[in-house]
């Protein structure tokens, strides 16, 4: 038993891997006494304290710790060609699409209601 406990830091009766950087451990014990709530990245599949890789505020998303090497993944927003179908078989589909049917349709182009059709 002494030698599992010793893989640990204790701070405030709180147990923290050795691996868990001081300002982890400082993020934590600020949020545990003023009772903030936090949302936390993980660079893995369990809640090991050692393996966070960022700490943001639940409320406003402020960020309150983040590891040198986290970065964000790349977004790409860029116009679809072609209809995607959802694992729900509904169709999403683009204004452009819209457009497009409505000049082939002749329809005047302005305001219009799109309806959800089943298929």
């Known amino acids: 038993m002494a030698a599992e406990l010793s893989k640990y830091k204790v701070v405030n ?3 923290y891997d050795l691996r868990t ?3 982890i451990v400082r993020v934590f014990e600020q949020a545990r006494l003023n009772r903030t709530r936090l949302h936390i990245s993980l660079g893995g599949g369990a809640i090991l304290d050692h393996c966070i890789v960022r700490i ?3 409320a406003g998303g ?3 710790y983040q590891h040198h090497s986290y970065h964000f993944g790349t977004l790409a927003i860029r116009p679809k060609q072609e209809a995607i179908e959802l694992p729900n078989g509904r169709l999403l589909i683009t204004t452009s699409m819209i ?3 409505m000049r082939l349709a002749r329809l005047p ?3 219009f ?3 959800v059709v089943e298929h």
């Open 56 to 58: 943001r505020l639940s």
């Open 21 to 23: 950087p001081h300002e």
């Open 13 to 15: 009766g709180t147990s």
């Open 109 to 111: 182009i302005g305001m």
């Open 99 to 101: 457009l497009q049917s």
């Open 113 to 115: 209601v799109i309806t």
């Open 62 to 64: 402020q960020v309150l």
